[in-house]
């Protein structure tokens, strides 16, 4: 049975809303990438709290921004039939500027590790991303 061109367009629109969330990301533009948020955003951070809404995530990228300078290659989109789910798998390539309390001194270290996330999407925005890395690789690179 072949897909619907609905489901089609669905499952398209959600690969460009990750992807043009990605590009965001990767140009450190936090205004696009908060174009691609619903307002109820729920942000599920690898290791740490859940956080709602545009205001809780835009000061986590601010946090982010200080602590860390990251780019993301090697980037993945997975769509579900209907275009409500989505998942994405990058490698995270990334220099340590900050230190973060209860983490390993910053010195400019370098680091790269597998990642992924998982997104819900309602009306053309992400609703919830959920990030996934291995914080015990991340700690051992910088550490060294």
Known sequence: MS?????????QATAALIRRYYDAFNSADTEAMLTCLADDIIHDVNQGERRQGKEKFT???????????EKL???TVLVSKDGTRAAA??????????????L???????YRLPAGAFFAIRD?????????????????????
């Not at 000061?59 to 300078?69: I, V």
């Open 89 to 102: 798998e990058f490698n995270v390539s990334g220099k340590y500027l900050q230190t973060e309390p209860g």
């Open 59 to 69: 000061a986590f990228l601010g946090r982010m921004g200080h602590h860390y300078e």
């Open 3 to 11: 897909e619907s061109t609905q489901e089609s367009t669905a499952r």
């Open 104 to 110: 390993p001194d910053a010195a400019g270290q370098t």
């Open 73 to 75: 290659d090697d980037i």
């Open 124 to 144: 053309g925005k992400i609703t919830r991303v959920t990030t996934y890395y291995n914080l015990t690789d991340w700690i051992a690179q910088v550490a060294g």
